[in-house]
């Protein structure tokens, strides 16, 4: 995995965990491996958006279809 792939997503990672923790350094870590502005807004909104969705399946009980396994080894 490349440097950038793992930055952006420790990036996200901490976003969704820790949100009240991000810094400036964060995103200057994107900007450092390649980065634009553009990029990182795309990630942030991508990060918070699977969030948004998820809490919403989960404030509403949604269940996941018969079809999809929860085994993430597949």
Do not use: Q
Not at 34 to 50: K, N, P, Q
Not at 51 to 71: H, K, P, Q
Request: zero cysteines; aromatic letters at 8%.
């Amino acid at each position: 995995m490349s440097d950038s792939r793992k930055t952006m997503l420790s990036f996200a990672v901490k976003l969704t965990n820790e949100p009240r923790n991000m810094e400036i350094t964060d995103i200057n870590k994107l900007r450092e491996v390649g980065f634009s502005d553009r990029d990182i807004l795309d990630i942030v909104e991508v990060t918070a958006y699977y969030a948004y969705v998820n809490r919403l399946a989960d404030g509403l009980g949604v269940t996941i279809e018969d079809w999809i396994s929860d085994d993430e080894s597949t």
